[in-house]
């Protein structure tokens, strides 16, 4: 009882202080269509701004804010280094969205400071995701882009957030998708996307996870979950 007031005092402190987002695309279709997916994919996101040019994201009264999304491809000259080192100093996190998927590219933000690289063509879960975890500092990339980056590394397992790794633990210690997004404090939902994209990966690196018994085996083996006697 104790644990679902808990639970349940979370998700209203989400909702009452929702993620403060700017979005900032020169594409102004999908800047438009970006935030009416993001707005309708959840409720504790409030997008406060959507710009198309780096000085208004600056100077919008609403800044700084909690995460920016940001296109990676704005043709404007400011290396993006700058903008991420910029945003930085503000307190902001940032995501970068891009057409391109390229391995160097994604180290390159990665190194810059980003906290999350996502290619324009990612579903709104997807991308409501990537915002959660950088607004509580952890990092995101997509499974294909994850697969990208460690290509080299064949039949090594894939790296997985830290909160992957906690859905993964929990799920493969036997407890329903409902007790996994009770204990973290998410939706069944979010859950369930979770345990969607760690299949994804596993399946990229080339190990199925399919069914709840070969997870909890590979969760073993990787050491994210103890194996009892």
């Not at 939902?189 to 990966?201: F, P, V, W």
Request: no cysteine; aromatic share 4%.
């Amino acid at each position: 009882m104790q644990q679902e007031v808990a639970v349940t005092n979370t998700a209203a402190t989400l909702i009452d202080n929702p993620i403060r987002l700017a979005l900032v695309d020169d594409h102004r279709m999908l800047l438009g269509a970006l935030t009416e997916w993001i707005r309708g994919a959840a409720d504790d996101i409030n997008m406060v701004a959507a710009v198309t040019t780096w000085p208004e994201l600056l100077t919008h009264p609403e800044f700084p804010v909690d995460v920016v999304l940001l296109d990676l491809d704005l043709k404007d000259n400011i290396p993006v280094s700058l903008k991420i080192s910029t945003l930085k100093t503000a307190g902001v996190k940032t995501v970068l969205m891009s057409t391109y998927s390229e391995p160097a590219l994604v180290r390159e933000a990665l190194a810059a400071g980003a906290l999350g690289y996502l290619v324009k063509t990612e579903e709104a879960s997807t991308i409501v995701e990537a915002i959660h975890a950088a607004n509580v500092g952890e990092s995101y990339i997509s499974a294909e882009l994850d697969l990208a980056l460690h290509a080299g590394a064949a039949g090594s397992s894939p790296r997985l957030s830290a909160q992957e790794r906690r859905v993964m633990a929990l799920y493969g210690a036997g407890e329903p998708v409902k007790a996994v997004a009770h204990q973290l404090g998410i939706s069944e939902e979010t859950a369930k996307s979770y345990l969607k994209r760690i299949r994804e990966k596993y399946r990229l690196a080339g190990f199925d996870v399919g069914t709840k018994v070969a997870l909890r085996k590979r969760a073993i083996h990787d050491g994210i979950l103890l194996q009892s006697d």
